[in-house]
C-alpha cells in the first residue's frame, strides 16, 4: 500500500499565530484565582452539574485518584478539597461532555486530523466505542469489541517472533491493569515493554538503584513537613505538582528552610496562597528562602561547588559531615573527596552561572543542617547527564547523612498518577529474575529472559522494521517521544497500531498499516460489574498503595476496562490453550490482586474495608539497609561535568510544561504564571541575547537543531523576552519534539535530552 500521508505542523510551517498577549509573570501560585479558573474549565467541559460532586470526591479516601500528578494525599483531607487547579483541569478533560463518534471518523479523514494541533485533536472528545481504520482505508470504522481483539490476535500470530510486537504503557494505568498487561506481554514471550518513565524519571531509577539500592525516593509526605532544609532542583511544582506546596509552606511554618534551582523563577517557588486554607485564599506565603538561578545543565557544577565550599567548613571542625554515617553506611568518600579537589572554584562558579553570595548563602544553610531533603523532576533528569545530576544530589545527602531518618531523604517528584506503580508491578523492559521466578510459581509459564526494547530501542526497531506490532495501554506516544518525523516513520511502518485510550491524539492519527482505537474507562468513572462498583489501585509518589473508585456515569455505554480489554486480547490470541485463564482474571480485580501479592514483594490482597487508607511499600533507604550494594554500602559517585562547547551563536533550549497541558494533552493556551496568553509557539529568551541577535519581542523565529549532520528544523515560534540565563532558551513541548534527535539521550538510562537541545536560531522568512 502506498504509506497514508501524515503531516506535522512544525516541520511545514505556514503557523497561524493565535493572537498573543504578553503580562508580567505572576509572583503568587494557586489561591482564590487558582480555583476560578480550575472550575471554570470544570464547568466549560463537564456542563453545570457534575464537576463539584466528582471534585468532592477527588484524592478523598472512598473516592478516586486524581488523574493528574502522583504527589501524595495528607492523612487529613482538607475540608476545602484536596485537589489543585491542574487536577480540576485533568478532571474536566477526562469527564467532558464532548464525544468523538462515529459521525466524527466518517466525516474527517485520518491525513485531515494529523494537520490539527495537538489542542483541537484532544478538545474533541471522549472516544465512544472500538474504531478499526483498515489497510487501504482513508477513515475509521466503528468495529464490535469482539472483532478487535481478534484482529490483534491475528496480528500477533503473523509474527516471526514474539520479540516483533511492543507494548507501551503510559503511567495512568491502574496497578491491576497494569500488572494483566505485563503478565500478557511475558506469556507472549516478550520483555519489550517500553513505558513512559524511560522519557522522564528513568535517570532517576538508574541513579538511585546504583547508589542506593532502590530506584524510587526514601521520603514519606510527613519528612517534608520536619525537613530543615528542601532543595526543590529542576521541578516547578506550582504547575505541575501544586499540592507540593502545601507540603513546602508547612515546612516553612515548622522553621525550615526551601531552597530553588532552576533556570527559571517559577511562580509556586516564589510565592504561594494555599487554596486548601481559609486564610491561603487572600495571604500568601514566600515560599523560597534562596533561589539559584542555575544555567541550565548546571547543576552539577553548582552542587560540586556547594560541597567544595562545604568541605572546606568541615575540615575545620568535623562536624558540617556526619562522619559517623559516612563511615558505618557509605563506600567511596574519600575517592570522592579527591575527586572533588580537582576541580577549581571558578571553573564550577562559573559553569553554574549563579552569583557567589547566593551560594555561600546556601553553603551556610546546609552546613548547619542535617535534615535536608532534595525533590526533583525533569529540570535533572532529561539531559545526558540526567543519571548523573541525580548521583550528585545523592552524594550531597550521603554527607549530611540525610537519609533513613525523619525529615530527611530523596525525593523524585513523580510525574503520572500511577507511573510508579506501573513499574513497581512488572512494567519494565529488563529482566527480573525473581519476578519472572513467581510468576512461574503462580502462573505456570516461563518469562521470556531476554532483555526488551525501551521507548528510544523501540522506536528504532519499529523504524528498520525489526518490530511490527505496536500496542500502547494509554499515552501519546508519537507526541511525547523525540525526533517526532523518525517516530512517525517508526509507527507508520508498523503492519498494526493499537491504542488503548480515553481521548482521540495524535498517535492515533499517524497509524500502522492497521490501526485500532480501543476505548477504555477514565480514572473517574464508574467501574461496574453485575451492578456493583469496582475499585483499582495505584501507588503514589512516596511508595503508598491505595485505592481508586470513580464514580462518574462512563462516558459510553460501549466502554470497557482496562483489565477487560487486555484480557480479550489474552484470550482470542491463546484461546484457552494457556495456563492463565485470562477471562476470568480480567473479570476479578480481587483475583489479581491477590496474584499480585504472590509475585510482587510487600502487595497485599486489599479489600473493600481493610487498608483503604492504603499502605507502605518495603523500601531499604528508609531502614538503612543497604546489603544489596557493593560492600553493602551507599555508594558515592565521581560525576564529571557536562560538556556543550556551545559557539556564540547556539543555544541550550530546554522543552517545558505550559500551565495549560498535561503531557501532550493541551488543556489551553494560556501559560498563565509566566504571563504568556493565548499561544504556544514561543521561544522565551534572555533579553540581551535578543539584543546581541537583533531580535525584537514577537519576532518569528526557526529553531533548528544539528546533529550528526542533520538539520532538524521547528518552525515559526515567536521570541518573548523573558528572565532566563543567557545561552539558555525555553519553548513548550511537544512543539519542539521534532528537534530532539533519537540518538541524543541520557547515558545509562536512555532517557531523550528534552532539557538541554544545543539549537541555533534563524529569523523565519
Ligand atoms: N499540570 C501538569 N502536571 C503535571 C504534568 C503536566 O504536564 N501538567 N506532567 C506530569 C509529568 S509526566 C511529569 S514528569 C511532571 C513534570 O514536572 P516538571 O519536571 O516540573 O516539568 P517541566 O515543565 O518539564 O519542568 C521542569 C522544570 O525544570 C526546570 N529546568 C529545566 N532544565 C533545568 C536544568 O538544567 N537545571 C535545573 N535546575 N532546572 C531545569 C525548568 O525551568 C522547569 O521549571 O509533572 C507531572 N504533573
Ligand atoms: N520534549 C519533551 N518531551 C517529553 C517530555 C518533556 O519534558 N519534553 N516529558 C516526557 C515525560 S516526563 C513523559 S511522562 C511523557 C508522556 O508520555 P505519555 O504518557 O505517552 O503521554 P500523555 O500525553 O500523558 O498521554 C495522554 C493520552 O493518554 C490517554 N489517556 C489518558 N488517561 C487515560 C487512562 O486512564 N487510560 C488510558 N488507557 N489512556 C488514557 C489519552 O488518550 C491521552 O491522549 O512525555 C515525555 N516527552
Ligand atoms: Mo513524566
Redesign the pocket.
Known amino acids: 500500500m502506498t504509506k497514508r500521508k501524515y503531516r506535522d505542523i512544525s516541520t511545514e510551517g505556514n503557523i497561524k499565530f493565535s493572537g498573543i498577549t504578553l503580562k508580567e509573570p505572576e509572583t503568587y501560585a494557586a489561591g482564590f484565582k487558582a480555583v476560578k479558573v480550575a472550575l471554570k474549565h470544570a464547568f466549560k467541559e463537564m456542563g453545570i452539574t457534575r464537576p463539584l460532586g466528582a471534585l468532592s470526591h477527588m484524592n478523598q479516601k472512598g473516592g478516586f485518584d486524581c488523574p493528574?500528578?502522583?504527589w501524595p494525599d495528607p492523612e487529613h483531607r482538607s475540608k476545602l478539597g484536596e485537589y489543585c487547579e491542574?487536577g480540576a483541569?485533568?478532571l474536566a478533560e477526562e469527564a467532558t461532555t464532548k464525544r468523538v463518534n462515529t459521525d466524527f471518523f466518517k466525516k474527517y479523514a485520518v491525513e485531515e486530523l494529523s494537520t490539527w494541533t495537538d489542542y483541537e485533536i484532544g478538545k474533541s472528545g471522549r472516544i465512544e466505542t472500538p474504531m478499526f481504520l483498515d489497510t487501504e482505508s482513508s477513515n475509521y470504522t466503528p468495529i464490535s469489541w469482539q472483532d478487535a481483539f481478534n484482529i490483534v490476535a491475528e496480528e500477533l500470530q503473523l509474527l516471526n517472533s514474539p520479540d516483533e510486537a511492543i507494548f507501551y504503557t503510559s503511567?495512568r494505568s491502574s496497578n491491576e491493569a497494569a500488572f494483566l498487561y505485563g503478565l500478557f506481554a511475558r506469556a507472549f514471550g516478550t520483555n519489550n515493554m517500553p513505558d513512559?518513565s524511560n522519557m522522564?524519571?528513568e535517570s532517576s531509577g538508574v541513579a538511585l538503584g546504583e547508589t542506593l539500592g532502590i530506584g524510587k525516593g526514601s521520603v514519606k509526605l510527613e519528612d517534608l513537613y520536619k525537613a530543615e532544609a528542601i532543595m526543590v532542583?529542576?521541578?516547578?511544582?506550582g504547575?505541575?505538582?501544586?499540592r507540593m506546596l502545601s507540603a513546602l509552606e508547612k515546612c516553612k511554618n515548622n522553621g525550615g528552610h526551601i531552597i530553588s534551582?532552576?533556570?527559571?523563577e517559577?511562580a509556586g517557588l516564589t510565592r504561594f496562597k494555599n487554596p486548601q486554607e481559609v486564610n491561603g485564599f487572600f495571604s500568601g506565603t514566600a515560599i523560597s528562602n534562596i533561589h539559584l538561578p542555575?544555567?541550565?545543565?548546571?547543576?552539577v557544577a553548582l552542587l560540586k561547588l556547594i560541597m567544595k565550599k562545604l568541605a572546606i567548613l568541615d575540615e575545620g571542625n568535623k562536624e558540617v559531615f556526619d562522619h559517623h554515617f559516612i563511615e558505618k553506611y557509605t563506600a567511596g568518600y574519600q575517592s570522592f573527596i579527591n575527586h572533588l579537589n580537582q576541580f577549581s572554584e571558578e571553573e564550577l562558579l562559573n559553569q553554574c552561572g549563579v552569583n557567589e553570595g547566593l551560594i555561600n548563602q546556601t553553603v551556610a544553610l546546609l552546613a548547619k543542617n542535617k535534615k535536608i531533603i532534595i525533590c526533583w523532576?525533569?529540570?535533572?533528569t532529561?539531559?545526558k547527564n540526567g543519571v548523573e545530576?541525580i548521583q550528585e544530589c545523592v552524594n550531597l545527602l550521603l554527607l549530611k547523612g540525610s537519609l533513613g531518618k525523619p525529615g530527611a531523604g530523596t525525593c523524585p517528584?513523580?510525574?503520572?498518577s500511577n507511573?510508579q506503580g506501573d513499574r513497581t508491578v512488572g512494567i519494565m523492559h529488563f529482566v527480573n529474575e525473581k519476578l519472572n521466578e513467581n510468576i512461574k510459581k503462580t502462573f505456570l509459564f516461563d518469562a521470556p529472559t531476554k532483555e526488551g526494547f525501551d521507548t528510544v530501542k523501540a522506536i528504532k526497531a519499529m523504524h528498520e522494521e525489526r518490530a511490527k506490532v505496536f500496542v500502547a495501554l494509554g499515552g501519546n506516544f508519537l507526541s511525547a517521544a523525540s525526533d517526532t518525523n523518525y517516530t512517525a516513520t517508526a509507527l507508520q511502518n508498523c503492519n498494526l497500531t493499537v491504542h488503548i485510550s480515553t481521548k482521540l491524539n495524535r498517535s492515533h492519527l499517524v497509524p500502522g498499516k492497521k490501526a485500532l482505537i480501543l476505548p477504555t474507562l477514565g480514572r473517574s468513572e464508574q467501574d461496574k460489574k453485575n451492578g456493583t462498583s469496582r475499585f483499582l489501585t495505584v501507588e503514589n509518589s512516596m511508595g503508598k498503595v491505595h485505592q481508586t473508585k470513580g464514580i462518574l456515569k462512563p462516558a459510553s455505554s460501549n466502554l470497557k476496562s482496562e483489565p477487560e480489554i487486555i484480557g480479550g486480547i489474552a484470550n482470542a490470541y491463546f484461546k484457552g490453550e494457556h495456563p492463565v485463564n485470562w477471562l476470568e482474571l480480567s473479570a476479578n480485580y480481587h483475583l489479581i490482586r491477590e496474584k499480585m501479592g504472590a509475585v510482587l514483594s510487600g502487595f497485599k490482597k486489599v479489600s473493600e474495608k481493610s487498608e483503604a487508607g492504603g499502605y507502605y511499600l518495603p523500601n531499604n533507604v528508609r531502614e538503612l539497609d543497604f546489603s544489596m550494594l557493593p560492600q553493602g554500602k551507599a555508594q558515592f559517585t565521581n560525576c564529571n561535568l557536562p560538556l556543550h562547547n556551545l559557539n556564540e551563536n547556539e543555544f541550550l533550549l530546554?522543552?517545558?510544561?505550559s500551565?495549560d497541558?498535561?503531557?501532550t494533552?493541551i488543556y489551553g493556551l494560556n501559560d498563565r504564571y509566566r504571563g504568556i496568553y493565548n499561544e504556544r509557539r514561543v521561544v522565551l529568551m534572555n533579553e540581551e541575547d535578543m539584543k546581541k541577535h537583533q531580535l525584537k519581542k514577537l519576532d518569528i523565529v526557526d529553531l533548528v537543531s544539528n546533529y550528526d549532520g542533520i538539520e532538524r528544523i521547528a518552525k515559526q515560534f515567536l521570541v518573548v523576552p523573558y528572565k532566563i540565563p543567557k545561552q539558555n532558551l525555553?519553548a513548550y513541548?511537544p512543539e519542539t519534539n521534532v528537534l530532539i534527535p533519537i540518538n541524543q539521550y541520557a547515558d545509562k538510562s536512555y532517557t531523550p535530552i528534552?532539557?538541554?537541545i544545543k539549537v541555533s536560531i534563524k529569523k523565519a522568512k
Not at 504547575?239 to 501544586?242: G, K, L, Q, S
Open positions: 493528574s500528578c502522583a491542574n483541569k485533568a503511567g513512559c522522564c524519571h532542583i529542576g521541578q516547578n511544582p504547575t505541575n505538582h501544586p534551582v532552576n533556570p527559571l517559577e542555575v544555567k541550565i545543565n548546571g547543576d523532576a525533569m529540570g535533572l532529561q539531559h545530576n517528584v513523580r510525574g503520572h507511573v530546554m522543552t517545558i510544561r500551565h497541558q498535561f503531557n494533552t525555553a513541548f528534552s532539557k538541554s
